[in-house]
């Protein structure tokens, strides 16, 4: 009996000191306190800013650095796109939200990419180049007298030689300041007033200079679309 009572012991002893082995291999003391190791961690590609890449036939250029970490990237379309075929020629007065530009991109257009390949980033899937980009992305001067922006930074995927694209960033020269507002707000009276406050910038550049000119009127609308696309979905 009093071996069984030593056998059993030293079972436990032997039990205890192998969990606490395994528990000190898997655990790991940090300033938050005790962090334990996923042994099944995903880790995905990484990619720089600038970066190129093909996806769905198309060429794109990797807007912000993605780590290891992140299971998508932030992609602006290295192709600038002309929605004659789709009859949208215009931002509709530069009212982006309720404009036909952004129903086809985050319908028709996003259903060619693949709804399911994207994730959704602050109410969009796709978008154009926004005022958080230019923040991030850009040094730039504005101008008053002309409601536009000298860009003094920017990098070259941005902003292309011999080329200009629309954007959806709100312009500052307008009593209405937001491309955001719907007309249906306004009387019909006001509206055509309105329609001219109503306006959005455009990244032009030229072999010298490269600014963010403001749009009044009606203009041939070209785009570059944003998107946040998974990494799984890129081969």
């Not at 528990?23 to 042994?39: L, P, Q, R």
């Not at 991030?136 to 200009?164: G, M, R, W």
């Amino acid at each position: 009996m009093k071996k069984r009572y030593i056998l059993l012991t030293i079972f436990i002893i032997v039990f205890v000191f192998a969990s606490l082995v395994a528990i000190k291999t898997f655990t790991k003391k940090g300033e938050g306190g005790i962090k334990i190791f996923n042994v099944n961690k995903v880790t995905y590609k990484e990619y720089k800013q600038g970066d190129k890449l093909e996806f769905k036939d198309g060429e794109w250029y990797v807007m912000y650095d993605s780590s290891s970490k992140d299971d998508y990237v932030t992609l602006i379309s290295a192709d600038i796109l002309f929605l004659g075929d789709e009859e949208i020629t215009d931002v509709v007065m530069g009212i982006y939200e309720t404009s036909d530009l952004n129903n086809y991109l985050k319908n028709t257009y996003a259903v060619e990419l693949g709804i399911n390949n994207l994730v959704e980033r602050n109410g969009y899937t796709i978008r154009l180049f926004n005022e958080d980009d230019m923040k991030s992305l850009l040094k730039v001067d504005y101008d008053n007298t002309f409601d536009s922006y000298k860009i003094e930074e920017c990098p070259e995927f941005v902003c292309l030689t011999n080329a200009f694209y629309a954007t959806m960033i709100d312009t500052k020269g307008t009593q209405i300041s937001s491309v955001y507002t719907n007309l249906d707000d306004f009387n019909e009276s006001e509206q055509d007033e309105k329609k001219l406050q109503l306006k959005y910038y455009n990244i032009t550049g030229t072999y010298e200079t490269c600014i963010m000119n403001s749009v009044v009127e009606d203009s041939t609308l070209f785009v570059r679309p944003v998107i946040n696309l998974k990494k799984d979905a890129i081969e």
